[in-house]
């Protein structure tokens, strides 16, 4: 059986963010991918300069309509990505019910894009919106440590915190929870980084038990653009893969990420010459010249289990 996922994220012409940095990807494993795109810019908007077009909520609905005209809004997979408009936000929702009416195994895969470091870049009034409609419809959660605050009203300092967010989140309802950067201090060191996941798996006698995972993975120096993008297309496709092992597939998210981001920086500082910084466009993932890690990831990072 084919799998299809319809992905509804920001499109730019040059670089990889968004639907960009999730389409290849998934299609190099597999899966079919259906983009609506949010928004269609030249490029991301940490060049200097930036130009496009903002797709509204009643947009949507006409592109979503046409689909549901030609009865082939059958999917196994919904991925969404940054949106700033509520409207557009609400519409994603209704979209996601019906598409679960539909086909009650359909997997919701959400990244809540609202802000990172204590400050949001989204306008506020979105977080009810995905604490109150989102998260209750997603199956899987790709917070990092401030918006998994956000939605929690909980604060993060130890993991015994960090693991009672990550129930509270899966009381809203994913099943799966993936807090993809924390600012935990790391047994390791601070040079790393500390990601944490949660999988409830619901037995077939009505009880549940938990996964929990902690990966310490090595920093980056450096700004980089959609790989958050990345990680939420590729823990859709990992987790596909291995749907009740979350070790499995966040070790194989994980380290493709590492095998990316260090391709990208290594060429980024060939590029930029000694001593100098890489720009946004030097910085620009490395995403086809990845494509041998995407299909099968080398394993760098271990993740162990609480």
Same mark, same amino acid.
């Given at each position: ?113 609202? @802000? ?72 390791? @060191? ?117």
């Amino acid at each position: 059986m084919e799998c299809r996922v319809l992905s509804i994220q920001s499109h730019v012409v040059r670089g990889y963010v968004g639907n960009k940095s999730a389409t290849f990807p998934l299609q190099v494993l597999g899966f079919e991918v259906d983009s609506i795109n949010s928004v269609q810019f030249s490029n991301h908007t940490g060049y200097a300069h930036w130009k496009g077009q903002v797709l509204t909520a009643e947009e949507l609905n006409v592109l979503y309509d046409g689909i549901k005209l030609n009865h082939v809004n059958h999917y196994d997979y919904v991925l969404t990505g940054y949106s700033r408009d509520m409207s557009f936000l609400e519409t994603v929702v209704d979209i996601v019910a019906e598409l679960k009416k539909a086909n009650p195994s359909l997997v919701y895969v959400c990244d809540p894009v609202m @802000g990172d470091h204590g400050a949001m870049y989204v306008p506020e009034m979105l977080l009810p919106v995905y604490r109150d409609k989102v998260v209750p419809v997603a199956n899987i959660l790709t917070p990092n440590q401030f918006e998994a605050e956000l939605l929690t009203g909980r604060k993060m300092k130890t993991e015994k915190d960090a693991v009672e967010i990550m129930d509270l989140l899966h009381k809203m309802g994913p099943e799966t929870v993936v807090l993809t950067s924390t600012d935990l201090p790391s047994k390791l @060191g601070d040079q790393y980084l500390v990601v944490l996941g949660s999988q409830r798996i619901v037995k077939p006698d009505g009880t549940s038990s938990s996964q929990k995972i902690r990966m310490d993975i090595p920093k980056v120096d450096a700004v980089f653009v959609g790989t958050g993008d990345l990680f939420a297309a590729m823990l859709l496709a990992w987790t596909h893969h291995h749907p009740k092992d979350l070790k499995a597939a966040c070790e194989k998210t994980v380290s493709l990420m590492h095998h990316v981001i260090k391709r990208t920086i290594t060429y980024a500082n060939e590029i930029a010459g000694p001593g100098k910084k890489p720009t946004p466009s030097q910085l620009e993932l490395r995403m086809v010249q990845s494509k041998a890690d995407i299909e099968d990831p080398a394993l760098v990072v271990q993740a162990t289990v609480l």
